[in-house]
């Protein structure tokens, strides 16, 4: 009987020991969430997160010919970026023609300059400066279009492959995004105000860690999906060629460029002289007024040269001029008549 009885004492105890552990477990159940929350956060922290399958596609490789590994290019993301400068003889028609183009194709101009100005010769220097924002598809088509309206003197491309970094970009908003969650659910079932101001606190933190990352990847999937094109165009007289020529085409054209040199200076000089004939009527009134005024003082000094010239032979030629006859023989006589007197 006594062991009955302490068997089945035993077998209570159990029973009761068990149902208070239960009711343990369950009543701390809620409130070890945010407990562990903090530990799979710090783990979140290291970056310890799940590739998204999105990336694993991205990253798909395979083995070439050669042995190397080849990239998946299909789903890359490259940010082109292509630079023109070119001449035409219309600016207004090729601006008007490119803006139509990029409207044709989907895209938009981000930024257009046209800039007025003239040359040491006085002609008319004009150019612009576009940057045109084209869908990536559009692209070469955009570029043949330009190249087939305007003379190409520089063109260069550069393609920025951003995949990795668009990668990395995505997995932690995915990871921020699991974190989101998680921590509305803590909040949900917080209990005391402690752990509730704190998933608060960290769920704002969170958030505004998203928008940012979410920001940064529109802006990459605007770059992506537009590619962006500066065009400087100048507005020339002749294309600048881009094909070496010949002896005798450059002698040709040598002969025609000196020639027509030549004639715009003519024009030029002639231009010059129009325009400035009212200065040039007030300088050759001033030049002859001088020399009015310079010829007469030379004048009048050759008259007074001349007149006090004539003066002084005048007198030299009374000094020297010969004593009358009937005037030689009385100053002759007299001494003999005095002679005879004094006999």
Not at 68 to 74: E, Y
Not at 129 to 150: K, M
Not at 315 to 331: E, L
Request: hydrophobic letters at 40%.
């Amino acid at each position: 009987m006594k062991k009955r009885s302490i068997r089945v004492f035993g077998t209570a105890m159990a029973l009761v020991m068990g149902v208070m552990l239960t009711a343990c477990g369950s009543s701390s159940s809620d409130s070890s969430g945010y407990a562990k929350y903090a530990a799979t956060e710090t783990a979140a922290d290291y970056g310890v997160y799940e590739e998204p399958a999105a990336a694993m596609e991205m990253a798909d490789t395979s083995a070439g010919t050669d042995g190397q590994t080849q990239v998946n290019d299909t789903s890359r993301k490259l940010i082109k970026t292509v630079n023109l400068d070119t001449e035409t003889e219309d600016l207004d028609q090729t601006v008007s023609l490119i803006e139509q183009k990029v409207t044709g194709l989907g895209g938009y101009i981000e930024s257009s300059n046209i800039y007025n100005g003239t040359t040491y010769s006085g002609r008319s220097s004009r150019s612009a400066s576009i940057t045109a924002r084209v869908p990536a598809v559009n692209l070469d088509s955009f570029v043949d279009s330009v190249e087939g309206n305007t003379n190409i003197t520089r063109k260069s491309v550069n393609v920025d492959d951003i995949t990795l970094t668009y990668v990395d970009i995505e997995s932690k908003r995915n990871s921020l995004r699991t974190e989101e969650k998680r921590l509305l659910e803590i909040l949900e079932s917080a209990e005391t105000v402690e752990d509730l101001i704190t998933v608060e606190d960290k769920l704002a933190d969170v958030r505004y860690e998203l928008e940012s990352i979410e920001s940064q990847i529109r802006s990459y999937d605007n770059l992506v999906d537009y590619s962006t094109v500066y065009l400087n165009i100048e507005e020339v007289v002749k294309f600048t060629p881009v094909e070496k020529e010949s002896a005798f085409s450059r002698m040709g054209k040598g002969f025609m460029e000196n020639l027509s040199d030549v004639g715009e200076a003519i024009v030029d000089f002639l231009v010059w002289f129009v325009s400035h004939i009212p200065g040039l009527i007030v300088f050759a009134i001033v030049v002859v007024i001088i020399v009015l005024i310079i010829r007469a003082i030379v004048v009048g000094s050759k008259k007074k040269k001349a007149k006090k010239m004539q003066m002084m032979y005048q007198a030299a030629a009374q000094n020297a001029a010969p004593v009358p006859s009937n005037q030689a023989p009385q100053q002759a006589k007299e001494p003999e008549k005095g002679n005879d007197g004094n006999k």
